[in-house]
Antibody, heavy 122, light 107 residues
């Protein structure tokens, strides 16, 4: 079946980096993109950015520009999200979600990963 | 950035009742690129409605979406026990944004 499976929970110290993976199966990975969404404890959903698995193009939320990098490995159908210079307010569940391979193509997020808890604490 | 404002923040209803959730955008949402998601505790969001009014695969017909421009509505015609959850609207016509959510709780 179509699914996205994410890597396990992480605990990081302030200033460190974290890299979360999202492995796709059940569909042609390069025909879609991946968006990343995070949710702080008890809070709403925040879109972080998008990457096309077709050509590697990216688009990041302005507030995270310079701290986030999204990549893909088409040989393993896996997307990655790296967040650097972690702060306590980066503590959240991080989700990947299937998106369009083209930016602004108007595609809702129909498949979601199970989420990865990232805790930033000294 | 398009800001989405959902109301009410919390809706207290009984099973079998009708739920009406509102989502208002700060500017017009292009091509009705408006979606609704349901999220239960400890779970990822689930897509319910896309294109403002189209049900996603496997979504029961008690869920319906309507609206255009800046005003959108999610209606649950008769609440089932499994429908008590948090609902988010999202616009995906430009840099995606989400509303702050409406919690539908058991009265």
């Amino acid at each position: 079946q179509v699914q996205l499976v994410q890597s396990g929970a992480e605990v990081k110290k302030p200033g460190a980096s974290v890299k979360v993976s999202c492995k796709a199966s059940g569909y042609t990975f390069t025909s879609y993109g991946i968006s990343w969404v995070r949710q702080a404890p008890g809070q709403g959903l925040e879109w972080m950015g998008w990457i096309s698995a077709y050509n590697g193009n990216t688009n990041y939320a302005q507030k995270l520009q310079g701290r986030v990098t999204m990549t893909t490995d088409t040989s393993t159908s896996t997307a990655y999200m790296e967040l650097r210079s972690l702060r306590s307010d980066d503590t959240a569940v991080y989700y990947c979600a299937r998106d369009s391979y083209n930016w602004n193509d108007g595609v809702a997020f129909d498949i979601w990963g199970q989420g990865t808890m990232v805790t930033v604490s000294s | 950035e398009i800001v989405l404002t959902q109301s009410p923040g919390t809706l207290s209803l009984s099973p079998g009742e009708r739920a009406t959730l509102s989502c208002r955008a700060s500017q017009s949402v292009s091509s009705s690129y408006l979606a609704w998601y349901q999220q239960k505790p400890g779970q990822a969001p689930r897509l319910l409605i896309y294109g403002a009014s189209s049900r996603a695969t496997g979504i029961p017909d008690r869920f319906s979406g309507s609206g255009s421009g800046t005003d959108f509505t999610l209606t649950i015609s008769r609440l089932e026990p499994e429908d008590f959850a948090v609902y988010y609207c999202q616009q995906y016509g430009s840099s995606p944004t989400f509303g702050q959510g409406t919690k539908v709780e058991i009265k």
